[in-house]
């Protein structure tokens, strides 16, 4: 069992940073691959980024890639998204999961924290 709670984020303007931070509880945590999705209003669930179990690896959608950067701190049961040059289009719930390996599909993620509003004023 794995529980997930983002926080880290909040308003800000277009051009600006955001650093998200996932805190899991449990054992396991290097047992799983995390990752971070969002939605926006509207919208389905989409991939943001993803990063292996060991953190050798690391995965992102192309809307994000050379902007975001997915990082972890096992010893730390933390998981990070560093959000740089944000957009308007960057607004939406972010969610943390976790899985077995990085998955795009969110229907294979076994567990999800509540997620964190980031707004983009442009």
């Known amino acids: 069992q794995v529980q997930l709670v983002e926080s880290g984020g909040g308003l800000v303007q277009a051009g600006g940073s955001l650093r998200l931070s996932c805190a899991a509880s449990g054992r396991t945590f290097s047992s799983y691959a995390m990752a971070w999705f969002r939605q926006a209003p509207g919208k389905e669930r989409e991939f943001v980024a993803g990063i292996s179990r060991n953190g050798g690896a690391t995965y992102y959608a192309d809307s994000v890639k050379g902007r975001f950067t997915i990082s972890r701190d096992n010893a730390k049961n933390m998981v990070y998204l560093q959000m740089n040059s944000l957009k308007a289009e960057d607004t939406a719930v972010y969610y943390c999961?976790?899985?077995?390996?990085?998955?795009?599909?969110?229907?294979?993620?076994?567990?999800w924290g509540q997620g964190t509003q980031v707004t983009v004023s442009s």
């Open positions: 999961a976790a899985h077995r390996i990085v998955r795009t599909q969110e229907e294979f993620y076994d567990y």
